[in-house]
């Protein structure tokens, strides 16, 4: 017994010691790490200008590699919104200028870049590929610059990544997964107002006039010429933050390049080009198709989805005040209604700002033990501020982020190529499903249908009642199967003997061209916003029985009636009325 007992305690020592040991060299293991993890942390924080510039190069590579890998664009969604862009962007390949050509509140650099390359040859996926990846390289430097200058530590880099991927992705946002080339200029925008509210905001290490009003000229001349909106939302911060500091020489440079981009449009497209430009804003302004595209202005800063984010920014403003940042809180303070207002404007609603306000929030914090007349810690309020910033757009970021790694994983199986009539752009490509299956939403209570004694209740409203010569056009939208729409029409027209005629749609898109040897009309919108932008040049219009959207068609035929022109129908079939519309 005793020698067993002296055997077992020999083993339990010698198993206490293992242990013991065991727990050493995990110690030992978890020391080396948390060691490690400081120095790449404090190294990361110590980046220099060079360092930041390689880690964006690998990453435009990386994000840009991976949309080209796939060997065509291959979109899940938004494809009407993808055959604007195209019917813009070959437009102007061909020589043709936004505003004095064709209608359109899109400025001319929101597609200039994916023009550019399609001139040069490439199919127009490829040429959106490229376009983006130039896109990013131009807006390097500037990031750069503004990364190392205005923030610090791990947020330098965050702030820097997202620019470049703000540039790169293949969605416009939000957290729905599928992949689309819609509204990509919005994408730009931000990107370029990320540069700019920071470097207006935030007061500089040092003074550099003339690197800091170039950037601050081309950056809002620039969106001048994508999206006017982001200006007129950010020009009174940024104006009331630069006055404030009294940096008259960044105000200086920033005008003067903002005249030389203008000096050089004007040379370029004629004195001609601004006023239409400005007719074709005013024109979107006072539509009555699409007054909003998306949520109210006040559910965009009220709403259950957002009231969050607006308080934490208000929380930043407060914190920055009481941290004797007056000129940052006020900025921001004069910022808000317009970063709203940019939310407010874009389809989808998504408040690209979080991001950018959460790591303004960090930089800026005071240092410890800082408090406001309710004991609260500053430093600690910003950092809270900006967590729940960060974690409210952290969704829609991740989304843009790994948008290409799941373009290169998009299954090629039953896509079709959604510019059919153009072999050269065979390189965009949707499901098959989606713009050759035609589903139509139709009324269901109209009179035969048995629910006749409902219709009243329904309360359709008279802006989507289309009459064409005394005759009410069916209740009716196609939903799905717009390349089947355009593809059907022109191969009728064709054999009708309408081939080469210049056609107008009595709806949301004129896309006959794309289609087939049909010219495109000069002065028409390829996105309809009122009016009848077009109708002097066009030999014919075709009216559809089930539109695209049977609310422009109804307002379209409503403004050619009130135009008193002579309208005789020259075809009908059941998918179209084709009508000649002459002067008296």
């Known amino acids: 017994m005793t020698i067993l007992s002296g055997q077992c305690g020999g083993k339990m020592e010698n198993q206490a010691d293992n242990q013991g040991m065991m727990g050493q060299g995990k110690n030992t293991v978890e020391g080396e790490l948390t060691r490690r993890a400081h120095a790449l942390l404090q190294r990361l924080a110590q980046a220099r200008p060079g360092d930041i510039a390689g880690f964006l190069l690998v990453l435009v590579a990386a994000m840009g590699g991976a949309a080209l890998a796939k060997g065509g664009f291959y979109i899940g969604k938004h494809e009407g919104d993808t055959l604007q862009l195209a019917d813009i962007v070959l437009r102007i390949a061909r020589g043709e200028w936004p505003h004095l050509d064709f209608m359109t509140p899109i400025g001319y650099l929101a597609m200039a870049p994916i023009a550019l390359f399609v001139k040069l040859g490439a199919g127009i996926g490829h040429a959106i590929f490229y376009a983006q990846i130039m896109v990013a390289l131009l807006l390097l430097p500037a990031t750069v610059y503004v990364a190392t200058s205005r923030f610090s530590g791990l947020s330098r880099w965050l702030y820097a990544s997202f620019i470049m991927v703000l540039c790169l992705a293949l969605v416009h946002g939000e957290t729905e997964v599928s992949l689309s080339i819609s509204m990509h200029y919005n994408r730009w925008a931000w990107a370029i107002a990320y540069l700019a509210v920071p470097l207006a905001v935030m007061a500089p290490p040092r003074d550099r006039p003339l690197a800091e009003g170039l950037i601050l000229g081309l950056g809002v001349a620039a969106l001048v010429l994508i999206k006017t909106t982001y200006v007129i939302a950010l020009a009174p911060g940024l104006m009331v933050a630069l006055i404030a500091r ?23 497209a004629g004195s001609d080009f601004w006023g239409a430009y400005l007719h074709d804003l005013e024109v979107v302004a006072r539509s009555p198709i699409r007054p909003q595209p998306g949520q109210s202005f006040f559910s965009v800063a009220a709403a259950p989805a957002f009231i969050l984010g607006t308080m934490a920014l208000l929380a930043v403003v407060v914190f920055l005040r009481q941290s004797a940042r007056m000129t940052e809180g006020l900025a921001l303070m004069l910022l808000m209604p317009g970063l709203i207002y ?6 989808g609603n998504d408040p690209q700002w979080l991001l ?4 303004m929030a960090f930089a800026l914090r005071p240092g410890p033990g800082l408090r406001n007349p309710l004991g609260w810690d500053l430093r600690q309020g910003l950092g809270l501020a900006g967590v729940v910033l960060l974690t409210l757009g952290a969704g829609s970021a991740l989304n ?15 896509t079709r190529p959604l510019i059919a009539g153009m072999a050269q752009h065979h390189d965009i490509l949707a499901q098959k499903a989606r713009v050759y299956a035609v589903n139509n939403s139709v009324a269901g209570d109209l009179p035969g249908s048995g629910y006749e004694a409902y219709a009243a209740d329904a309360e359709r409203s008279d802006k989507d009642k289309a009459v064409l010569l005394g005759e009410t056009l069916p209740v009716c939208e196609q939903q799905t199967g717009m390349s089947a729409l355009f593809d059907a029409a022109v191969k009728d027209l064709d054999a009708a003997g309408f081939g080469g005629k210049r056609i107008l749609a009595a709806d949301l898109f004129s896309l006959f061209w794309l289609f087939g040897d049909y010219p495109p009309v000069k002065g028409a919108a390829p996105w309809y916003y009122g009016g009848l932008p077009g109708i002097e040049n066009a030999d014919y219009i075709f009216v559809p029985i089930c539109p695209i959207s049977k609310n422009v068609r109804a307002t379209m035929l409503k403004a050619l009636a009130e135009s008193k022109r002579q309208i005789t129908v020259v075809r009908r079939t059941p998918v179209y009325i084709l009508i000649e519309a002459k002067v008296p």
């Open 400 to 414: 843009l982020a790994y948008s290409p790694l799941r373009h290169l994983a998009a299954p090629v199986k039953n």
């Open 246 to 268: 009294r940096r008259w020489g960044v105000i200086g440079v920033a005008s003067v390049a903002g005249l030389m981009v203008a000096a050089v449009m004007t040379l370029a």
């Open 356 to 359: 950018l306000v959460a790591l």
């Open 342 to 347: 940019i939310v407010f404007q874009n389809y």
